[in-house]
């Protein structure tokens, strides 16, 4: 029972790397042993994670299963790790995602199978790390090595512009963070200035106090390195590339997970560590989520290719997590967990199932296709479920999460809800127009007749999907019980801070105004 179980879950999946460096990658069988060590090693990673699931304490609010040790003891870094509410279901979704994924790769990657597979478990390493990380040094540890394998998923197994695409993604992200980091070294500055100790420790930073402008710009820095992972607008635009030019695989880990970073960095620590500074930018990131709902709906609905299509709908079903996690109302911040795991099990599907047609087809324009449901109906059934969960459908998963989103919105702020709730009727119609041109009509083009339809593989890492798609949908409260006392204590946490900094401005400016009447009555 004292076993550190974070330490395991973050570790294991190394594990499988030594085993499949030893194979042989000659012949297909040498290949399959790679892709079978691989993908048990992902699925041992998800069973010890399980045993987060049944010993979390929803009662409590605060961090749990911590683990710290001393590391750089210097410069007061730990290796210090814990879990709440509002990262507890995004640990789940990464290690339930990963052995699907590896899964679908089974036919789809056949060169340098030995090197994907390694890539692959050194990136759940480092997403789970990223989640779990209760220090700030360690937490940028993990966050920069995730860009390697990710740089190298897209960069060596990737379509035709793969190197443009993975490079464009590095810079992004790397800007950002090294912004990020000087803000760190300033925070602990700060800190170390009032208490006289050099630390790294994130709940012990909590609540330093740093000049407002610092405090806002520091804000600035961290908002903007998670808000391009996020993506948001007009911090997108090297999202579609990454998405079209990376393999199957690589796009559903990036929509699924990855993504989720930059959301999770705003409620982890830049809202928390920041508050005025998130107070003084709410209306801006509302303002953006909005346009992010809207513009990537509608470029979204005029895209000739169906993974590009899909990954323009991120930049819009991210915004909801944007909007629902700055309204700061408990169901706004409850959907936009929720939503954020919505988003990694719909968009991670619609990635799997363009992935098994490209495979067939070796094309992913919407004009190639049409009248397929009748060639492949297994396969269209998925597909029209999927579509159906990813514009909110009620009984989905979708549905729930953008119920809760806009609920919370309105209750703060009526325009922005109604505004995003714009999103949820054009995000039906480029879903539900692709999937008529797609699979409805006549087949128009003879390659189509010999689609083959889905095989036992693909329904076999599809189907836990479509089960977590109608359990969030009617049974909610399984997965938003283990949020309610975290969500609550964050919020709480982010509106004091924000009531104490609005209660100094008035101090302030009565401050500024006695003095301003001391000097007239001095000049008389």
Same mark, same amino acid.
């Given at each position: 029972?004292?076993?550190?179980?974070?330490?395991?879950?973050?570790?294991?999946?190394?594990?499988?790397?030594?085993?499949?460096?030893?194979?042989?990658?000659?012949?297909?069988?040498?290949?399959?042993? /790679?892709?079978?060590?691989?993908?048990?090693?992902?699925?041992?990673?998800?069973?010890?994670?399980?045993?987060?699931?049944?010993?979390?304490?929803?009662?409590?609010?605060?961090?749990?299963?911590?683990?710290?040790?001393?590391?750089?003891?210097?410069?007061?870094?730990?290796?210090?790790?814990?879990?709440?509410?509002?990262?507890?279901?995004?640990?789940?979704?990464?290690?339930?995602?990963? !052995?699907?994924?590896?899964?679908?790769?089974?036919?789809?990657?056949?060169?340098?199978?030995?090197?994907?597979?390694?890539?692959?478990?050194?990136?759940?390493?480092?997403?789970?790390?990223?989640?779990?990380?209760?220090?700030?040094?360690?937490?940028?540890?993990?966050?920069?090595?995730?860009?390697?394998?990710?740089?190298?998923?897209? +960069?060596?197994?990737? +379509?035709?512009? $793969?190197?443009?695409?993975? &490079?464009?993604?590095?810079?992004?992200?790397?800007?950002?963070?090294?912004?990020?980091?000087?803000?760190?070294?300033?925070?602990?500055?700060?800190?170390?200035?009032?208490?006289?100790?050099?630390?790294?420790?994130?709940?012990?930073?909590?609540?330093?106090?740093?000049?407002?402008?610092?405090?806002?710009?520091?804000?600035?820095?961290?908002?903007?390195?998670?808000?391009?992972?996020?993506?948001?607008?007009?911090?997108?635009?090297?999202?579609?590339?990454?998405?079209?030019?990376?393999?199957?695989?690589?796009?559903?880990?990036?929509?699924?997970?990855?993504?989720?970073?930059?959301?999770?960095?705003?409620?982890?620590?830049?809202?928390?560590?920041?508050?005025?500074?998130?107070?003084?930018?709410?209306?801006?990131?509302?303002?953006?989520?909005?346009?992010?709902?809207?513009?990537?709906?509608?470029?979204?609905?005029?895209?000739?290719? /169906?993974?590009?299509? &899909?990954?323009?709908?991120?930049?819009?079903?991210?915004?909801?997590?944007?909007?629902?996690?700055?309204?700061?109302?408990?169901?706004?911040?409850?959907?936009?967990?929720?939503?954020?795991?919505?988003?990694?099990?719909?968009?991670?599907?619609?990635?799997?199932?363009?992935?098994?047609?490209?495979?067939?087809?070796?094309?992913?324009?919407?004009?190639?296709? +049409?009248?397929?449901?009748?060639?492949? !109906?297994?396969?269209?059934?998925?597909?029209?479920?999927?579509?159906?969960?990813?514009?909110?459908?009620?009984?989905?998963?979708?549905?729930?999460?953008?119920?809760?989103?806009?609920?919370?919105?309105?209750?703060?702020?009526?325009?922005?809800?109604?505004?995003?709730?714009?999103?949820?009727?054009?995000?039906?119609?480029?879903?539900?127009?692709?999937?008529? $041109?797609?699979?409805?009509?006549?087949?128009?083009?003879?390659?189509?007749?010999?689609?083959?339809? /889905?095989?036992? $593989?693909?329904?076999?890492?599809?189907?836990?999907?479509? &089960?977590?798609?109608?359990?969030?949908?009617?049974?909610?409260?399984?997965?938003?019980?283990?949020?309610?006392?975290?969500?609550?204590?964050?919020?709480?946490?982010?509106?004091?801070?924000?009531?104490?900094?609005?209660?100094?401005?008035?101090?302030?400016?009565?401050?500024?105004?006695?003095?301003?009447?001391?000097?007239? /009555?001095?000049?008389?």
């Amino acid at each position: 029972m004292n076993a550190p179980i974070l330490t395991y879950t973050i570790f294991l999946p190394l594990l499988g790397v030594p085993f499949i460096l030893a194979v042989p990658q000659k012949g297909e069988a040498g290949k399959n042993v /790679i892709r079978g060590i691989a993908l048990v090693t992902s699925i041992l990673v998800f069973l010890v994670s399980l045993r987060i699931y049944f010993d979390f304490d929803a009662s409590i609010g605060g961090f749990q299963f911590l683990e710290d040790h001393q590391w750089i003891s210097s410069y007061g870094i730990h290796y210090k790790l814990g879990l709440d509410g509002l990262s507890f279901w995004l640990v789940l979704l990464t290690t339930f995602l990963t !052995p699907l994924t590896i899964l679908s790769t089974w036919r789809a990657i056949d060169k340098r199978v030995k090197e994907f597979q390694v890539s692959m478990l050194v990136l759940e390493t480092a997403m789970l790390g990223t989640f779990m990380a209760l220090d700030l040094f360690l937490f940028y540890v993990f966050w920069e090595i995730m860009l390697i394998p990710m740089y190298l998923i897209i +960069g060596v197994w990737g +379509g035709e512009r $793969r190197i443009y695409a993975a &490079v464009k993604f590095f810079l992004y992200t790397a800007v950002g963070s090294l912004l990020m980091l000087v803000c760190i070294i300033g925070l602990v500055y700060f800190h170390q200035q009032q208490t006289g100790v050099m630390t790294f420790d994130l709940l012990k930073l909590y609540g330093t106090k740093i000049p407002r402008l610092y405090e806002i710009l520091f804000f600035a820095a961290f908002a903007l390195a998670f808000a391009i992972k996020v993506p948001m607008f007009p911090l997108h635009t090297w999202l579609p590339d990454a998405h079209v030019e990376a393999p199957t695989a690589g796009s559903v880990i990036l929509a699924g997970i990855l993504l989720k970073m930059g959301t999770y960095g705003f409620f982890r620590f830049a809202m928390p560590l920041f508050p005025q500074g998130s107070a003084f930018f709410t209306p801006l990131i509302i303002t953006l989520s909005i346009i992010g709902i809207i513009y990537g709906a509608l470029v979204a609905m005029v895209q000739p290719d /169906i993974k590009k299509l &899909v990954a323009y709908s991120s930049v819009s079903h991210l915004g909801y997590c944007m909007l629902g996690l700055y309204v700061l109302t408990r169901q706004g911040v409850e959907g936009s967990v929720l939503q954020m795991i919505n988003h990694g099990i719909s968009t991670g599907a619609l990635f799997l199932l363009v992935g098994i047609v490209y495979e067939r087809r070796h094309t992913r324009l919407i004009k190639e296709y +049409g009248g397929i449901a009748r060639i492949v !109906p297994i396969y269209s059934t998925i597909f029209l479920i999927v579509t159906l969960s990813s514009i909110g459908f009620p009984t989905t998963n979708g549905f729930i999460g953008e119920f809760l989103i806009l609920l919370g919105a309105f209750k703060v702020n009526k325009l922005a809800a109604v505004l995003a709730a714009t999103g949820v009727i054009l995000g039906a119609v480029y879903m539900l127009w692709m999937v008529q $041109r797609v699979f409805y009509g006549q087949v128009t083009n003879p390659k189509n007749l010999t689609l083959k339809d /889905i095989n036992f $593989r693909e329904v076999v890492y599809m189907l836990p999907l479509l &089960v977590l798609i109608f359990w969030i949908g009617l049974f909610p409260n399984f997965f938003l019980d283990k949020m309610h006392t975290s969500v609550d204590k964050f919020i709480s946490q982010v509106k004091v801070e924000r009531t104490d900094s609005n209660s100094h401005h008035q101090m302030a400016r009565a401050f500024l105004k006695n003095h301003e009447t001391k000097v007239v /009555i001095a000049k008389e």
